[in-house]
């Protein structure tokens, strides 16, 4: 990286120009228009640039992305973090929560923490040559614990499995849009779009660091300018082949290859029938965006755990006997099976050993996750008969469905109201001794994802994973009425199209100090409004973390909890109490929780239930304590 911006100016106007070796002996200039006569401006950009050009090109120089790509992404990073930041300013002025100070301190710490996490890479601590200088520089100890938190919580939210997620899908996206190419990232690619995260929320915050608008406006357009606004030539495009490969890949599974070229018109395609192969591409399709990330991993899991039982890796040597086998091995296995990430690297032999030695109630899986494996066999198949892969005539995946023991409604029993509010008189709410003593009466309330989570269930009948892993920007206020929007987010995607709505915030939510929770997490720069509950693997959903501490709570507080109730009994609480109050109509509890119409006329021609009707409904749930 220079030592020094290569600035220069064109009148008064200073500019930006950096000599790019191109794709052969030749070299070429970038040079962009920095859009400010301030030189003190454009010395921070041009930094910014020069180090990210270098990054950028050591990325191009591995031929994983172009310089179109590479741009797009940058463009896009720096794009919403700076308006990101205005958010957040106008936020702290029109409803400030906390002092001033307390603003100024959290945005020095994340401007100083992305800084850090781009230069230094994602390391959670500063180092004692980092404490110094910022000590040096005028920095208070309290401002460096603010930083050292900043740093943790966003180095972890970066190199989580959400945030790789996320980060995946803003920069097919983002790439997408712009030039119109799609990607699909492997490791190399990943580590690239990180670096080039980091770079541009370092740039932006340096741009915006310290000043209010309508300077960070003059900041954000030297960020627009920076990527768009650029004469630098486009990658060269290679030469056309005039010899393409046929679209098979190698039986084997090879992950991260690049897709073989296109054919003409007449060229006859093939797939490869190797099942994982083709679970990947389930998986990659465009129209399948919507699914959950769990429901993706599930898929391939039964893929290598069918493999492993059966030995087949054809998906057409696929026989009605090789999946009555395998549904024979899921009766068999513990009822705990991807309970634990152990399980995938435990062989079927040792896994069956296992379930030899528990008790009977504890082996065999339940019929209903049986039969989910047999629904996702009947979609590999039809998969495969669309790619015109011959699958088998002879399979009959009804003949091997599990009869339900229990009717859909009795599966989860509903919290009667006074359970629930016997529940809610434990420590947890009530005062426990310390943070690590949730259990154990005493003074401490700990107002964390533990404590709001059940509550914010009992008065909406939302799911653990719609109501946990909210983000900041999923809260937000129509009719003048707070509330949350339950859609798709970086942490996890809603069951269906209907599940998508807007849930009024209960009132004894608001008088606890909920929205000062969710301010308090947006001006952190939170990835959720429990950052704590973020799963750290991919066997983890989002509430696991929770699962212990909550149940142990409802066995303390109920004798044992001999009806078995879970955090789902929470939904069935709300919709069995709505339903018995005649003023809340079927159509007002179903757009509450969530639920389809009951018909063509509810789902067409029919429109959502107003706001303040909402929230009135809401109220309509006891208070808890």
């Known amino acids: 990286m220079a030592s020094t911006p290569s600035l220069f100016l064109r009148g008064t106007v200073w500019s930006w120009r950096r000599r790019v070796p191109e794709f052969s002996t030749q070299n070429r200039h970038w040079q962009l228009s920095l859009r400010t006569t301030e030189r003190s401006i454009a010395r921070i950009i041009a930094r910014r640039l020069n180090y990210e050009c270098d990054r950028m090109l050591d990325a191009i120089s591995t031929g994983k992305l172009t310089p179109a790509q590479a741009k797009a992404w940058l463009s896009n990073v720096i794009r919403t973090e700076l308006d990101r930041i205005e958010r957040q300013r106008m936020v702290s002025r029109l409803d400030p929560v906390g002092t001033a100070e307390e603003d100024q301190r959290y945005d020095w710490a994340t401007a100083r923490a992305w800084r850090h996490l781009a230069t230094t890479g994602l390391h959670p601590t500063l180092s004692e040559k980092a404490r110094q200088s910022a000590l040096s520089e005028g920095a208070s100890p309290q401002e460096l614990t603010t930083l050292e938190t900043m740093l943790d919580l966003l180095s972890r939210d970066v190199m989580s499995e959400a945030g790789v997620n996320k980060m995946h899908r803003a920069a097919r996206d983002c790439i997408q849009e712009a030039i119109g190419e799609s990607i699909t990232p492997s490791t190399m690619m990943t580590l690239q779009l990180r670096q080039m995260l980091l770079a541009g929320k370092a740039a932006a915050w340096e741009a915006a660091e310290g000043r209010e608008d309508p300077s960070l406006e003059q900041a954000r357009a030297l960020a627009f300018a920076m990527v768009n606004e650029s004469d630098a030539p486009e990658a060269p495009t290679s030469p056309p082949e005039t010899d393409r490969p046929d679209c098979a890949a190698p039986r084997e599974p090879v992950r991260n290859a690049t897709p073989p070229a ?7 395609f093939t797939y490869d029938p190797n099942l994982i192969q083709l679970v990947e591409r389930i998986n990659d399709e465009k129209d399948r965006d919507h699914i959950k990330e769990d429901t993706r991993r599930q898929l391939a899991s039964q893929a290598r755990l069918f493999i492993s039982t059966t030995g ?10 090789h999946l009555k086998y395998y549904k024979s091995v899921l009766q068999r296995l513990p009822k705990s099976y991807g309970k634990s990430a152990k399980d995938a690297d435990r062989s079927v032999e040792d896994l069956l ?4 030695d528990l008790p009977e109630d504890k082996v065999g899986l339940s019929p209903r996750t049986i039969n989910g494996h047999l629904d996702r066999f009947s979609l590999i198949f039809r998969v495969a008969r669309s790619e015109s892969l011959k699958i088998s005539d002879d399979i009959q995946l009804s003949l091997l469905r599990v009869p339900e023991t229990k009717r859909n409604r009795d599966k989860r029993e509903a919290f009667a109201l ?19 003593r949730r259990h154990v009466p005493g003074k401490t309330v ?7 989570g059940p509550l914010m269930a009992a008065y909406s009948g939302a799911r653990r994973e719609e109501v946990l892993a909210l983000e900041p920007e999923d809260f937000t206020i129509v009719d003048e009425i707070p509330c949350c929007h339950i859609r798709n987010n970086a942490h996890r995607g809603v069951k269906t199209l209907s599940s998508v709505r807007l849930v009024p915030i209960h009132s004894h939510l608001i008088d606890l100090g909920f929205l000062r929770h969710v301010e308090e997490m947006r001006k952190r720069g939170a990835a959720a409004i ?5 799963p750290e693997n991919e066997s983890q959903s989002f509430g696991d973390k929770l699962h212990y501490n909550w149940s142990k709570a409802v066995g303390l507080q109920l004798e044992g909890n001999p009806r078995r109730l879970c955090f789902h009994s929470l939904r069935h609480y709300v919709i069995t109490h709505l339903k018995q109050l005649p003023e809340v ?6 757009d509450l929780v969530g639920h389809s119409g009951k018909d063509v006329h509810d789902e067409q021609y029919d429109e959502a239930t ?5 929230r009135g409904v809401v109220e309509q749930l006891p208070r808890m304590f």
């Open 262 to 268: 296109p054919g003409p018109q007449t060229h006859k």
């Open 312 to 321: 087949v890796t054809d998906v057409t040597d696929i026989t009605q006997a």
């Open 353 to 356: 050993a296992r379930a030899a």
């Open 418 to 436: 006074p359970e629930l509010q016997q529940v809610f008189r434990h420590p947890i709410w009530t005062g426990s001794s310390n943070h690590k």
């Open 446 to 452: 700990l107002k964390d994802g533990l404590y709001w």
């Open 530 to 534: 429990f950052p704590e509950l973020i």
């Open 585 to 590: 109509t079927d159509k007002q509890r179903r």
């Open 610 to 614: 107003s706001m303040p009707i909402m």
